[in-house]
């Protein structure tokens, strides 16, 4: 049998019911592969070993008196430390916070206790989530468990090391522009970005306790796991109205239409212009199509009519109204952004730089902070994501790639990656085809599709309907029983 830090979340919750392995088996199991691999990740930066044990006991004591508690009843799992955790050391990997004990959880994290999970430990992440590798003030920088000398990408980045390296079966993570989607590429492992306010945000890092609720826009919570059926079934315990945050409407999950393959219509492209992909990408997403092309009803490479340049302004400029106030502005954060806007900025290809001016249009936001230009932000976005409903209407679900790279070597925040011999802006490396659906809000799964020659994975978005999570999860599902599951890195 597979060795049991590898099996999917809803296979460990099956057999701690049926009662063929214990929780406390394996949570043991968790924290030894914790115990002989986490040093050269850095993957978790909190365990909460005593409770997580306390927990996993009580877990089986009440199977054994005929009490569930839920479908994931003492299943362990963990948490990205953006999410607050009630008793527990939530930092966001910012100095501020190292000691910051939450007194109630976010409300996603609620629900999943709620269905008995175990919370064993916190993911290490980008700083406030803010970059595409996992680096802070607080924790060692995370690896890559396929190479230590590459990250596993941001923010997310000890959430997808994790799951990869069989250190947690399901972690949550949050996406505001590719944050559960790069990493999940770079570690070969599945995500779901679901729509925009799909899923309650209460409890969210940033904002920094303290300050005003004011990311409205574009920021959701999403699963990352090592098989769809993990995200589904995450994505039906988190979904849904908030109490606590009162614009989360109380939409219900849509019921999938199982169509037979000869019924579904995929459309499919490795590239975006302007924006370069590395071939070995290009060439993974080819091979998908090709080898869909005699099983799904129409598959046909196709380029939405959509404007990528304007996306990328608008995404900076609301993006930044919605930050601005979301920690406190004091000179330590100053002294990590400039550096970073400058590197953006001046480092890079110069046509590149200058198509979607990311740093030009942050300071201007910045320095120029105002009602009327936030009202026209958004009055921006609702024109894109209308333009998206319609390009999207006649198909299923849109392959793409994640990233114009597999994971790259770590480097400072803002330095440039190489793509076929080309210095590409550092952000738009990463986030050229994640941020369009983050500004748009549709929903995105991204599947482990392969490998490059030097053993990287390579992972692909697959983009649905917004409010249509399950049907297209039950899309991704198919394409991956084709294409292939998880793969473990070697090692681990």
């Known amino acids: 049998m597979q060795r049991l830090v590898f099996l999917p979340a809803h296979q460990l919750a099956q057999m701690i019911r049926q009662r063929t392995v214990s929780s406390v088996e394996v949570l043991e199991a968790y924290l030894t592969q914790i115990a002989a691999h986490n040093s050269k990740l850095n993957a978790i930066c909190t365990l909460d070993t005593e409770r997580a044990l306390e927990l996993a006991q009580?877990?089986?004591?009440?199977?054994?008196?005929?009490?569930?508690?839920?479908?994931?009843?003492?299943?362990?799992?963990?948490?990205?430390?953006?999410?607050?955790?009630?008793?527990?050391?939530t930092t966001a990997g910012y100095k501020p916070l190292e000691n910051y004990v939450p007194k109630q959880d976010a409300t996603v994290v609620a629900r999943l206790r709620g269905a008995g999970a175990v919370i064993m430990g916190k993911t290490n992440l980008a700083e406030l989530a803010g970059d595409w590798q996992g680096i802070n003030s607080l924790f060692p920088r995370v690896n890559n468990p396929w190479n230590l000398g590459r990250t596993p990408g941001g923010s997310s980045s000890g959430s997808a090391a994790a799951v990869a390296a069989g250190l947690s079966p399901l972690d949550l993570g949050d996406d505001i522009a590719g944050s559960v989607r790069q990493p999940a590429h770079f570690c070969g492992i599945f995500s779901l970005k679901p729509s925009d306010r799909r899923i309650p945000t209460t409890g969210h890092i940033p904002e920094v306790p303290g300050m005003p609720k004011c990311i409205r826009q574009m920021l959701t919570i999403g699963p990352m796991a090592r098989s769809v059926a993990d995200l589904r079934l995450c994505l039906q315990l988190i979904a849904g109205a908030d109490r606590r945050q009162p614009d989360i409407p109380p939409v219900s999950?849509?019921?999938?239409?199982?169509?037979?393959?000869?019924?579904?219509?995929?459309?499919?492209?490795?590239?975006?212009?302007?924006?370069?992909?590395?071939?070995?990408?290009?060439?993974?997403?080819?091979?998908?199509?090709?080898?869909?092309?005699?099983?799904?009803?129409?598959?046909?490479?196709?380029?939405?009519?959509?404007?990528?340049?304007?996306?990328?302004?608008?995404?900076?400029?609301?993006?930044?109204?919605?930050?601005?106030?979301?920690?406190?502005?004091?000179?330590?954060?100053?002294?990590?952004?400039?550096?970073?806007?400058?590197?953006?900025?001046?480092?890079?290809?110069?046509?590149?730089?200058?198509?979607?001016?990311?740093?030009?249009?942050?300071?201007?936001?910045?320095?120029?902070?105002?009602?009327?230009?936030?009202?026209?932000?958004?009055?921006?976005?609702?024109?894109?994501?209308?333009?998206?409903?319609?390009?999207?209407?006649?198909?299923?679900?849109?392959?793409?790639?994640?990233?114009?790279?597999?994971?790259?070597?770590?480097?400072?925040?803002?330095?440039?990656?190489?793509?076929?011999?080309?210095?590409?802006?550092?952000?738009?490396?990463?986030?050229?085809?994640?941020?369009?659906?983050?500004?748009?809000?549709?929903?995105?799964?991204?599947?482990?599709?392969?490998?490059?020659?030097?053993?990287?994975?390579?992972?692909?978005?697959?983009?649905?309907?917004?409010?249509?999570?399950?049907?297209?999860?039950?899309?991704?599902?198919?394409?991956?029983?084709?294409?292939?599951?998880?793969?473990?890195?070697?090692?681990?």
Request: charged letters at 15%; one cysteine or more.
């Open 58 to 89: 009580q877990a089986d004591v009440a199977l054994a008196r005929g009490e569930n508690w839920g479908i994931l009843h003492g299943v362990p799992i963990t948490i990205k430390d953006v999410l607050s955790t009630e008793g527990l050391l």
């Open 253 to 492: 999950l849509d019921t999938p239409i199982y169509k037979s393959w000869e019924n579904i219509r995929i459309a499919w492209t490795d590239e975006f212009p302007p924006f370069s992909v590395a071939s070995e990408i290009k060439s993974a997403i080819g091979g998908v199509a090709g080898a869909i092309a005699n099983v799904v009803g129409q598959v046909e490479r196709w380029v939405p009519q959509f404007d990528f340049v304007a996306a990328w302004q608008v995404y900076c400029a609301v993006v930044s109204y919605n930050m601005i106030y979301s920690q406190p502005i004091n000179i330590a954060a100053v002294r990590k952004t400039i550096p970073f806007l400058w590197r953006e900025a001046t480092q890079g290809d110069p046509w590149l730089r200058k198509l979607v001016n990311f740093p030009g249009t942050i300071f201007s936001v910045s320095l120029n902070q105002n009602l009327k230009g936030y009202f026209a932000a958004l009055t921006e976005r609702d024109f894109l994501i209308a333009q998206m409903d319609v390009a999207l209407e006649p198909w299923d679900a849109l392959l793409c790639p994640v990233a114009m790279t597999p994971a790259f070597t770590h480097r400072l925040m803002g330095t440039p990656v190489d793509v076929e011999g080309k210095k590409i802006p550092y952000t738009m490396a990463s986030g050229a085809y994640t941020i369009p659906f983050a500004l748009t809000g549709h929903p995105v799964v991204v599947i482990p599709i392969g490998q490059t020659e030097n053993g990287l994975p390579i992972g692909m978005q697959i983009v649905g309907h917004r409010w249509g999570e399950m049907e297209l999860l039950a899309i991704a599902e198919q394409l991956s029983q084709i294409i292939g599951g998880f793969q473990p890195p070697s090692g681990y």
